[in-house]
C-alpha cells in the first residue's frame, strides 16, 4: 500500500499562501492519480484538487479554482498544492489520497481512493 505524507500546513493571515506537499514512499506517484481532499471541524470531507497520472490533467472545486494549483514533481516522488489568497473558509485539515490512474468525474467523493495521508492543518485567521 502507498505510503503518504502531507507537510507545509501552519497558519496564515487571509490572502496569504501556502504549499503543501504529498510525499509518497513504497510507490512511484505518477503512475497513481492524486486528490486533495480538506475536512473543517462539524464539515463534510471535501475533494479540493485532482491530478490524472495519464494524461496530468488537473480538477478544482469550484470553491478553490483560480486560486489553488495542483502540481507534481516526480523526481521528488511528490504532488505540490499551492495554495494562494487563502480565506478563513479554506481553514480545515487537508489530506492527499491516491487511486489509480485518473481523478474520474466523481473525485470529489473520494470514491476510489485507497490510501490516505494522515493530513495537515490549515488555519487562515486575522
Known amino acids: 500500500q502507498v505510503q503518504l505524507v502531507e507537510s507545509g500546513g501552519g497558519l496564515v493571515q487571509p490572502g496569504e499562501s501556502l504549499r503543501l506537499s504529498c510525499t509518497a514512499s513504497?510507490?512511484?506517484?505518477?503512475?497513481?492519480?492524486v486528490g486533495w481532499f480538506r475536512q473543517a471541524p462539524g464539515k463534510e470531507r471535501e475533494g479540493v484538487s485532482c491530478i490524472n497520472s495519464s494524461d496530468g490533467s488537473t480538477y478544482y472545486s469550484g470553491s478553490v479554482e483560480g486560486r489553488f494549483t495542483i502540481s507534481r514533481d516526480n523526481a521528488r516522488n511528490t504532488v505540490y498544492l499551492q495554495m494562494s489568497n487563502l480565506k478563513p473558509e479554506d481553514t480545515a485539515v487537508y489530506f492527499c489520497?491516491?487511486?489509480?490512474?485518473?481523478?474520474?468525474?466523481?473525485?470529489?467523493?473520494?470514491?476510489?481512493?485507497?490510501?490516505w495521508g494522515q493530513g495537515t492543518q490549515v488555519t487562515v485567521s486575522s
Open positions: 513504497r510507490y512511484p506517484l505518477h503512475y497513481l492519480a
Open positions: 489520497a491516491t487511486r489509480a490512474l485518473i481523478c474520474g468525474s466523481n473525485y470529489y467523493t473520494g470514491s476510489g481512493f485507497a490510501s
